[in-house]
């Protein structure tokens, strides 16, 4: 019976191999891809680079809600399961990237790329090649900002079962050779993505010139600030602290990427003559020109619910509004007045008298028009509606003011007017602003885009013009070229300043423009960092206005009879949500080293402090 049934077998295979037009033993599988089908299709090629695209690392960026409030420009005032938010001081974990994960997949896709694409042609082979390097470089970037130098592989390292894991141990490359290995890796790809010149999305000449742009920026800022601090945080061989000589080159180097893509195919958004709306159209709207690359969605296959957990809270579209981000007071303070003055809102006189205003916005008039693109704040309109910010009412008193505030959103006084707005702010409140603003910037005004099954589909921007221009001054600056201030002034100009309004630059004026016009887009931790002065902003002390955040509650008046009667008046607080300033110390600036990759490479050298 074996012997039958062996010889049935050799018949239906002998069979089927002399079939002509079917071989079955040399099918493809059809629950699999193989590496050739793989490495020879552009539209497969294609589909993995978004997955890698996709894995793009951020800390406070990709609509990260609760990580935006975890720096001085917000606090969190969403759910009390997260209030660590406001008790947060940075650990020496924070911040710590070590992706080698991501690293081996782009390697081995260089690596296949490279021996099984045979049917691909050189154009097509030299774009995917140059695409991956470009992942990987922007994944170096986000490693050696957070961690200093870091080992440097470009090959796939596997075990030979040998018993020796030593050639497996590579050790953490200097910083500066760091930052030399993502500058060559971007010069050798820029003249080869040709095929994506329009894409916003997938990586070309320009995207490259922009991380160059950043990555350089950052490389000699540390140069030559960590050099001037009273005690330099660095390691004997140099996997932290770049040597201070090496500054000029890499100014250098920014300043020449972010000139070619000032003079390239990009635009400041200027679309609409509302100088806020404008700002806030820039990066909401999916039009324009100044946006270089971004991470897009798209309603129905690819979205996200920043929208849903920080609208207006009397404006959401869903059952419940998170209104997570309450934007601070010292953050709104930072947008100057248009006639230059510096933008602490005026609401005591000198002698320490409120100052009453006929409309509620009145204290906001003149201010820098990115003001209104970023924050809601008392008196204006999200998606055409009015909101309705106001904390209670002060009623005139025996020679005082008492300020009250009603137990209900959008209740009435006495009066018949409103008491407390629908939209707060609420002190001790969950899921409505303890600080009287909200968060504009990046919160979709589509509709349904604050509902759970439609949110928004707006684009997270990873470069854009914007912050080149401001690349471009400081570079131009720390090279004392003249010509920095005029970057800085075109940007004032877009926000409603007039023409030339900044003409002596300082390194305060530079570090400001960066974090009105940057603001919630993953720059100001990272740039507080390389000026070494996040020890200083951030210190712990609970006297600080950076260090601790604060709000400001708008009161109505209640004074029959006198010319205030009906005016608003403004009292700043401290949100008793927030209770510990933010304390940032010396070892935060590198973060430390997991210990099980300690274990596993004992050739890598600890972090300072670690």
Avoid at 274 to 292: H, R
Wanted: hydrophobic share 35%.
């Amino acid at each position: 019976m074996k012997r039958l049934y062996i010889s049935i077998v050799l018949l239906i295979c002998f069979c089927m191999s002399s079939c002509n037009h079917d071989d079955w033993f040399d099918r493809d599988p059809k629950q699999m891809i193989t590496d050739d089908q793989l490495w020879n299709n552009p539209k497969l090629i294609t589909s993995l680079l978004a997955n890698y695209y996709n894995r793009l690392p951020t800390l406070h960026g990709v609509f990260n809600t609760g990580g935006m409030t975890e720096i001085d420009d917000a606090m969190w005032s969403g759910h009390r399961d997260q209030n660590w938010r406001n008790d947060f001081q940075f650990g020496d974990d924070y911040g710590r990237y070590w992706d080698y994960g991501l690293i081996r997949d782009l390697n081995l896709s260089l690596e296949n790329i490279g021996k099984l694409s045979t049917q691909l042609s050189d154009e097509q082979k030299r774009q995917f090649i140059a695409e991956l390097r470009f992942i990987r470089a922007f994944v170096y970037f986000e490693m050696v900002k957070r961690m200093g130098g870091v080992p440097i592989v470009t090959t796939q390292l596997i075990y030979d079962f040998s018993g020796d894991p030593t050639p497996l141990q590579v050790p953490r490359a200097k910083e500066y050779e760091v930052y030399d290995f993502i500058f060559t890796e971007l010069e050798a790809i820029k003249e080869d993505l040709a095929g994506n010149i329009k894409s916003k999305t997938r990586a070309n000449r320009y995207a490259v010139l922009a991380l160059e742009s950043r990555a350089m920026l950052y490389a000699a800022s540390i140069a030559k600030y960590n050099s001037l601090m009273g005690s330099p945080v660095t390691t004997p061989g140099g996997e932290v602290g770049i040597p201070a000589s090496m500054a000029n080159d890499y100014y250098t180097k920014s300043l020449t990427a972010s000139k070619e893509i000032i003079s390239g195919p990009y635009k400041l958004f200027n679309e609409n003559p509302d100088k806020g709306a404008n700002f806030y159209d820039m990066l909401n709207k999916k039009t324009g020109s100044e946006v270089i690359f971004a991470k897009d969605y798209v309603t129905g296959l690819k979205v996200h619910r920043f929208a849903y957990d920080n609208i207006v809270k009397s404006l959401t579209e869903d059952n419940e509004s998170s209104s997570t981000i309450s934007p601070s007071l010292s953050f709104v303070e930072s947008f100057d007045y248009l006639d230059g003055s510096k933008g602490v809102l005026h609401d005591r006189d000198a002698a320490g008298n409120y100052i009453a205003y006929s409309r509620i916005s009145d204290i906001f008039a003149n201010k820098d028009a990115r003001l209104y693109g970023t924050v809601v704040y008392p008196g204006t309109t999200f998606k055409n509606l009015p909101v309705s910010i106001q904390a209670g009412v002060a009623v005139w008193n025996d020679g005082t003011y008492q300020l009250t505030t009603a137990a209900e959103l959008g209740k009435n006084y006495t009066d018949g007017q409103l008491w407390t707005g629908f939209d707060g702010p609420k002190d001790d409140a969950m899921d409505v602003s303890n600080t009287g603003f909200y968060i504009r910037k990046f919160v979709s005004d589509a509709p349904a885009a604050s509902t759970r099954g439609t949110s928004a589909a707006n684009w997270w921007p990873w470069f854009r013009l914007g912050e080149i221009y401001l690349n471009a001054a400081e570079a131009a600056f720390e090279l004392g070229q003249a010509d920095a201030r005029d970057y800085i002034n075109t940007l004032r100009e877009r926000a409603g300043f007039p023409a030339n309004s900044i003409q002596t630059l300082t390194t305060d004026i530079i570090r400001n423009e960066r974090r009105v016009e940057l603001a919630f887009e993953d720059h100001r931790y990272f740039d507080l960092k390389r000026w070494r002065i996040a020890h200083l902003v951030w210190d712990g002390s609970e006297n600080d206005p950076n260090a601790v955040v604060h709000g400001l509650f708008a009161y109505r008046v209640i004074r029959p009879g006198h010319p205030d009667n009906g005016k608003f008046i403004f009292e700043r607080v401290r949100p008793s949500r927030f209770r510990r300033a933010r304390f940032f110390r010396l070892a935060n600036y590198y973060s430390s080293i997991a210990q099980d990759v300690l274990n596993k490479n004992p050739k890598l050298v600890r972090n300072p402090f670690q």
